[in-house]
Nanobody
Framework: VQLQASGGGLVRAGDSLRLTCAASGFTSRYVTIAWFRQAPGKEREFVAG???????IYADSVKGRFTISRDNTKNTAYLQMNSLEPEDTAVYYCAADTGLIASSVPSRDQYHNWGQGTQVTVSS
């Protein structure tokens, strides 16, 4: 299994970015893809996740600003981030696994497959 994350960058507060996570190597179609982020000196935290049936779950801190979507034909998920704030600055990681129920999606320990991080920096 491989996860390829891309799309990070340096933007100003209020700007938008779109992150992409391409997952390959899964033999099951019941794949959940999620985004986590880790700011310096902080724990890695859940941002958003989307199950195979497009059921999306968000952290309270990003609701209304971020949208997660997926293309099941490509096993690829997208995180559209609007109205970015300096507090969104972090390394963003995508993670994926199979068989997750909705309540497990935000749990970091449920994911055994992680991509490399992509840096998102939001200046004020």
């Amino acid at each position: 299994v491989q996860l390829q994350a891309s799309g990070g960058g340096l933007v100003r507060a209020g700007d938008s970015l779109r992150l992409t996570c391409a997952a390959s190597g899964f033999t099951s179609r019941y794949v959940t893809i999620a985004w986590f982020r880790q700011a310096p000196g902080k724990e890695r935290e859940f941002v958003a996740g989307i199950r195979w049936n497009r059921n999306a779950i968000y952290a309270d801190s990003v609701k209304g600003r971020f949208t997660i979507s997926r293309d099941n034909t490509k096993n690829t998920a997208y995180l559209q981030m609007n109205s970015l704030e300096p507090e969104d600055t972090a390394v963003y990681y995508c993670a994926a696994d199979t068989g997750l129920i909705a309540s497990s999606v935000p749990s970091r320990d449920q994911y055994h497959n992680w991509g490399q991080g992509t840096q998102v920096t939001v200046s004020s």
